[in-house]
């Protein structure tokens, strides 16, 4: 049984990543994820990524990357009726998240005071680029502001090519699973006393949480954080080899994971070697090792390197490309994806990512695709509760 949140409701009113994100964390563990959506277009994803014809359509690969499982709705919050339709599906809810700028739903009369009169236990859940304080939080917020704000850009890339984006929205995606395991911490609060929550996730703090090991250099040991590319500052040999036909990340970050190395590559002698005795003395001098440890390399293909290497121990992976983890072995034995017929806009099948656990061996996966803009306003709005659907005649 994957549907952990089964009988909670939740409301979307999220654009883009951070907060569609966090609230599909959800629907896949089975909660009623009901996005609210701009009469006029939807969420700006549906018209983002690299299919024009699906951005035409209204079902961009953004939009559609993360909203299986979800049911739409289209209100203007700005009209008086649409309102009070929308509070009716607040009285409904359980939780409810949000992606707006700081007072965009407190000017709206639908911030979380006016929201908890009309659902006292309501578990709100504001997502932000600065957070709901401070002098930032009016401004806008996009994903690589924050990783250039964050720190992450400034550690990011080699000493030449620094400071270097990461190469997906990381923090809009921290973000996300932030506000997904708040949202999921309150709920059970919620069920236990009654009592609702206030959550306000800043991106940056997400983003900087993250960044533990490096901040924590520098707080704790005055050590200012610098790009090393490919290279693990906490050990040697530990990144990025070239072999016979690629890349192998090796981590033999400990002394009998480095000893195996050297005798599985046909260089014992590396291991007696004062510049790589030791930890500390391997980082002094992980250029040279790594010179060494290449040449052996290169005798053999990367995938039969990493077969041999791990299999003694010591820990290997291929550089592999998105196309070629997805499929690996261990990806298609795992079911990280779910596979649907007959999306609308689409002509042909679709296939989306779960999230990164199981729950007692079972994956959970999104039970229906993406929803077409407003293709639940009937089902929704005819299935409230009595209290809500007396008051939606009135």
């Known amino acids: 049984m994957t549907e952990l949140l089964s009988g909670i409701r939740v409301l979307d009113l999220t654009n883009v990543l951070a907060g569609p994100y966090c609230a599909y964390q959800l629907a896949l563990l089975g909660a009623d994820v009901i996005k609210v959506e701009v009469p006029q277009g939807g969420d700006l994803a549906r018209q983002l990524g ?19 499982g979800k049911r739409s709705v289209v209100l203007d919050l700005k009209n008086p009726a649409d309102r009070e339709r929308f509070l009716d599906l607040v009285a409904s809810a359980d939780a409810l ?18 929201l908890k009169a009309v659902r006292p236990g309501l578990v709100y859940c504001a997502i932000s680029g600065f957070g709901q304080t401070g002098p930032m939080r009016d401004n806008p917020a996009y994903d690589q502001i924050i990783q250039g704000l964050s720190g992450i850009m400034s550690i990011t890339g080699t ?39 206030f959550l306000d996730v800043s991106m ?57 190395l050297c005798r599985l590559i046909g260089r014992p002698e590396l291991a007696l070697d004062q510049r790589f005795a030791e930890r500390e003395t391997r ?7 790594k010179v060494e440890i290449e040449d052996a390399l290169v005798s053999a ?5 990493e ?30 994806t779910a596979n649907f017929e007959d999306v609308p806009g689409m002509d042909r099948p679709l296939t989306v990512l779960r999230g990164g656990f199981m729950v007692d061996g079972a994956a959970p996966l999104p039970t229906k695709p993406p929803p077409a803009l407003g293709e639940h306003m009937d089902e929704v709005f005819a299935d409230l509760p009595p209290r809500a659907k007396a008051k939606a005649r009135a």
């Not at 980082?283 to 090792?289: E, G, I, Q, S």
Request: glycine content about 10%; hydrophobic content about 45%.
């Open 204 to 260: 940056l703090e997400c983003t900087l949480s993250a960044l533990g090991w490096p901040v924590s250099n520098y707080l704790t040991a005055a050590v200012d954080p610098q790009p090393m590319g490919n290279e693990n500052m906490t050990a040697a040999p530990s990144g990025a080899f070239r072999t016979g036909d690629g890349l192998l990340n090796i981590a033999a970050n400990k002394q009998e994971q480095f000893v195996a």
């Open 97 to 114: 998240v949000e992606n707006f700028r700081p007072g965009v739903m407190d000017r709206l009369g639908l911030g979380y005071e006016a």
């Open 50 to 68: 690299g299919s024009p014809k699906l951005n035409s359509a209204g079902m961009g690969a953004s939009f559609l990357a993360q909203n299986a």
């Open 301 to 305: 293909p990367a995938a039969v390197w």
């Open 307 to 336: 077969e041999t290497l791990n299999r003694a121990g010591v820990p290997a992976g291929r550089v592999l490309t998105i196309p070629q983890v997805l499929a690996e072995p261990q990806v298609l034995e795992r079911q990280v």
């Open 159 to 197: 000493p030449e090519t620094a400071p270097l984006r990461v190469g997906y929205p990381v923090a809009d995606t921290l973000g996300g699973l932030v506000g997904a395991f708040a949202i999921a911490s309150a709920l059970v609060r919620q069920k236990t006393s009654g009592e609702g929550a």
């Open 283 to 289: 980082k002094r001098n992980r250029a040279a090792l």
